[in-house]
């Protein structure tokens, strides 16, 4: 398990006309999770699945695509359930997540994630729910010293009653990651009225090492403490869903830096210009290749490689 993902599973129903939906798996880091585990790096998951319904499915899709499992716990609290209504450049959500399994994942005690672990990746709607985000909070906390903690905020703001509160919360997810994934739209709901520069300083001064902040089809932009910012442009693709685009790209940035030989966080730093370009291209092409397809349909490893060689 070099890559670990914490965080919720659900069951996305994407809109195919008025109160029409399709179910299909999901959930950020879920997304993540069977994303980085088809691009080929050993893959590991951390939550709490229900044993109704949806959960056995989840379970099965997971094992599927060769996901390791030992970190997943099982409960009879229902699934959590996304209802999305797809737009032009975004989508729009509405969460039944009150309650259910992975809300209330609180393993006593937290686990110990295997040595040959490289990365630790959270984020999205795990950390609105209690007690999962405690416990989230906690197992970063406790492996921030030996992994790679990578964040990726995917802030859903529908479902965030009080935003000063969850930002001033995030000072303490940010003080914890070493790397930082975020896409525009949550840059300006964490510090609304910034530029992408001034808000990649601030996180510099609480110990993120590394921002990469996504813009759908504009590309992706890395920033880095005392180094010039590098940009890279997705490829061109016809677009059938932008559903887990971000998740996808996620799990193509950790595995590309997998790729590059990045086991600690100093490395992140040592990386030159031209490898981070490789590895921002590697993300944006898979998450591309995702978009070709309707919901989270990440591409696999060859997939990916034979696009970037054609």
């Given at each position: ?34 994303a ?80 040959e ?18 416990t ?6 406790k492996?921030?010293d ?8 995917n802030v ?60 759908g089809?504009?590309g ?26 971000g ?10 830096l ?7 966080a ?9 490898a ?6 590697f ?5 591309a ?22």
């Open positions: 398990m070099r890559i670990a993902v914490a965080g919720e599973a659900l069951i996305d129903f994407i809109n195919t006309g008025p109160l029409a939906f399709q179910g299909h798996f999901g959930g950020s880091p879920f997304n993540t999770a069977v980085a585990a088809r691009l080929g790096a050993s893959t590991g998951y951390i939550t709490q699945l229900s044993t109704d319904l949806f959960g056995e499915p989840l379970k099965a899709y997971l094992d599927s695509n060769g996901v390791d499992t030992r970190f997943v716990q099982r409960s009879e609290a229902p699934s959590t359930l996304a209802f999305v209504e797809r737009g032009p450049t975004t989508n729009r959500y509405v969460f039944l997540a009150k309650h259910s399994a992975d809300a209330g994942y609180a393993p006593e005690p937290l686990p110990d994630l295997p040595p672990t490289v990365f630790l990746q959270f984020g999205s709607v795990s950390l609105l729910n209690e007690p999962a985000a405690t989230i909070t906690n197992l970063i906390a492996h921030a030996r992994l790679i903690v990578s964040f990726d905020p859903r703001p529908s479902l965030i009653p009080d935003m000063a509160a969850y930002r001033q919360r995030a000072q303490t997810w940010l003080r914890h990651s070493r790397l930082l994934k975020i896409s525009d739209e949550d840059v300006a709901l964490l510090m609304p009225g910034s530029s992408f520069e001034e808000c990649a300083q601030a996180w510099f001064a609480l110990g993120v090492q590394a921002v990469v902040v996504t813009q089809g504009a992706a932009s890395l920033f880095q403490p005392g180094r010039s910012r590098i940009d890279v442009r997705p490829p061109q693709v016809t677009v059938a869903d932008t559903v887990g685009a998740d996808t790209f996620t799990a193509g940035l950790l595995t590309a997998l790729d590059q030989d990045v086991q600690h100093g490395d992140l730093v040592r990386l030159g210009d031209e981070w370009r490789q590895v921002l291209s993300a944006a092409t898979a998450a290749l995702n978009c070709t397809r309707v919901g989270c349909n990440p591409p696999q490893r060859a997939e990916v490689d034979a696009f970037l060689r054609s």
